[in-house]
């Protein structure tokens, strides 16, 4: 589009902003609706354009990864911001009936997961919480956001999407509008360019009613409207570079005249507890540690990128081999996004005793490194994110209470980011850490922690705040500043922390880790994910209890 276009579309929205201000809160709710419609609607040609994007085939095994984290996504959140709505037009509050928990340091805490009557069944054994900031109590925990000041126009904002997850760019559109009453122009990433149509057709109820403008283009297209005179705010997910050149454009002080909030990524951390596995807790959990790297072809902002292991855990090397074995045997696909080879090639250079697996995996350990970690390597594995597939793996002194203390303090300390961190422990081995454990999970510094469970579930679930650890700057911007998806729109969030089995169903049962799930399918390793993750979909667009059993066959196939 040239910038006359722009300028129009830009116009086209601030009248739309107004006429969202005296839009009800009853006829918001039942927008969501019909854009849930339209979503479901484009659900089969939206998976299919974000797996051409990606060089999937439509047969591959991982096509359940597109339904997941495209249609699926929007959908649950959809229905979620319209329950919240529909709650709030009727005068009561979205957190009545609410449970509430108390977290280390006098945190109160709020149930975000299961956020709905089918949650507690399809996701069994997996919750989540959302921790407030310290100070603030229960009779201070407040949701609605901007839809408690409805009237109150958020003006037009600029929405520069991510070229990674197809759920992402939509997503923070629906949370512009909710959460600050903010319409938008979405700018898509070139590398789903491809979306365009499908995103035109799905947002069509948003676009019509004068709230959404779609388009693509360079950097120099982001560059004009970020910078644009009527653009109230911005909201980029991508990386610090692409941040730091909006805000600061090669300058010591920031250029960029309004507020900016972002989403950025980072390397996150799997902290392994040593502990006495079984043979199929180390081969179930190496696969858990495949999937938290190779989903999306390990483009993720959320892919786990460090193992952090006690260097005098007896089953070490056991488990490195499991997951190695893991690595290798998940399916091929081509490193898709822009940039993987090279940075997979810089990896291996920094690493030269890389361990090289089957489908270009790659395992690097810190002790490998062809520099001293005195001299800072740009190609640390703690503070490059390779989105691509790269394991790398740091092992620590110590084991129990004083591994896990060493680990929190690494972590926090040494890795790049603070958007997620995950923790697996034998459920055993969790209780007899006691509070130590649940002081160690506050004092990690990070927006999702996921304990026997990738910090994906909290990316996934609605109702669930998703952004990086509150206090970074725009001078320092870490993994971001504010926070997106949080259907209840809570405010004065810390945190989420999600919390999932061990070991899947019927394990689950047999060792006391009450849980129902067999192996989610957004494993890599799931021979049914592909059709779960389409029935959940189906079941996300008309949700019906008939549907179940359909759903949870394929489920018990994985």
Not at 215 to 238: K, M, N, P
Not at 385 to 403: K, N, R, S
Request: aromatic share 6%; charged share 15%.
């Amino acid at each position: 589009m040239n910038t006359a276009e722009l300028d129009r579309a830009i116009a086209e929205l601030g009248a739309g902003s107004q006429r969202w201000a005296a839009t009800t809160l009853a006829a918001r709710a039942e927008l969501l609706a019909r854009t849930a419609a339209s979503v479901a609607d484009e659900a089969e040609r939206w998976v299919a354009a974000a797996a051409r994007a990606k060089g999937l085939e439509p047969s591959s095994p991982l096509i359940g990864e597109e339904w997941l984290t495209g249609p699926y996504g929007v959908l649950t959140s959809l229905t979620a911001l319209g329950r919240t709505l529909r709650t709030l037009a009727s005068g009561r509050n979205p957190l009545a009936g609410r449970r509430f928990g108390r977290a280390p340091g006098g945190r109160v805490t709020v149930s975000v997961l299961p956020h709905n009557r089918y949650d507690g069944l399809l996701l069994h054994g997996f919750t989540a919480r959302a921790w407030l900031k310290p100070g603030i109590t229960t009779a201070q925990a407040h949701a609605g956001l901007g839809q408690l000041t409805p009237t109150a126009p958020g003006g037009v904002g600029l929405v520069l999407g991510a070229g990674n997850i197809s759920s992402i760019a939509p997503l923070d559109v629906l949370y512009e509008l909710m959460a600050h009453n903010r319409v938008s122009i979405l700018k898509l990433n070139p590398t789903l360019d491809g979306l365009l149509p499908v995103y035109q057709a799905a947002l069509a109820p948003l676009i019509d009613a004068g709230l959404l403008r779609i388009v693509t283009g360079g950097v120099e297209v982001g560059g004009y409207l970020a910078h644009h005179s009527v653009i109230s705010h911005v909201h980029i997910t991508g990386s610090a570079a692409s941040h730091d050149a909006i805000v600061f454009g090669g300058a010591d002080a920031p250029r960029l005249d309004k507020p900016i909030s972002s989403e950025l990524g980072g390397v996150a951390p799997i902290i392994v507890l040593p502990g006495r596995w079984s043979a199929r807790d180390l081969r179930y959990q190496a696969e858990h540690v495949a999937t938290m790297r190779l989903h999306n072809g390990g483009s993720n902002c959320i892919a786990g990128q460090v193992l952090v292991l006690s260097a005098t855990w007896p089953q070490k090397a056991a488990f490195l081999d499991a997951v190695a074995a893991a690595l290798a045997a998940a399916p091929v696909r081509a490193a898709w996004y822009p940039g993987s080879d090279d940075r997979m090639r810089a990896a291996r250079a920094a690493y030269p005793a890389a361990r090289s697996l089957a489908g270009g995996r790659v395992v690097v350990a810190a002790a490998d490194a062809a520099v001293s970690a005195a001299s800072a390597s740009p190609e640390d594995m703690l503070i490059t994110e390779y989105f691509a597939p790269v394991l790398g793996v740091l092992e620590l002194p110590g084991t129990g209470q004083a591994f896990l203390d060493t680990a929190v303090e690494t972590v926090n300390r040494d890795f790049l980011g603070t958007l997620g961190a995950n923790i697996l422990g034998r459920p055993g081995t969790i209780r007899q850490l006691g509070p130590g454990f649940e002081l160690a999970v506050a004092r990690l510094r990070y927006g999702t922690i996921a304990i026997n469970a990738w910090t994906g579930v909290g990316f996934l679930s609605a109702a669930a705040p998703w952004g990086a650890f509150p206090g970074h700057t725009l001078a320092n911007v870490g993994s971001g500043i504010g926070v997106v998806h949080n259907a209840l729109l809570l405010d004065e969030v810390e945190r989420t922390v999600v919390r999932g089995p061990f070991r899947p169903f019927p394990r689950s049962i047999l060792h006391g880790d009450w849980a129902l799930l067999p192996k989610p399918p957004w494993f890599v390793s799931a021979r049914s994910g592909a059709r779960t993750a389409r029935l959940l979909t189906e079941f996300a667009a008309h949700p019906s209890a008939r549907k179940l059993p359909r759903i949870l066959a394929a489920a018990f196939r994985a």
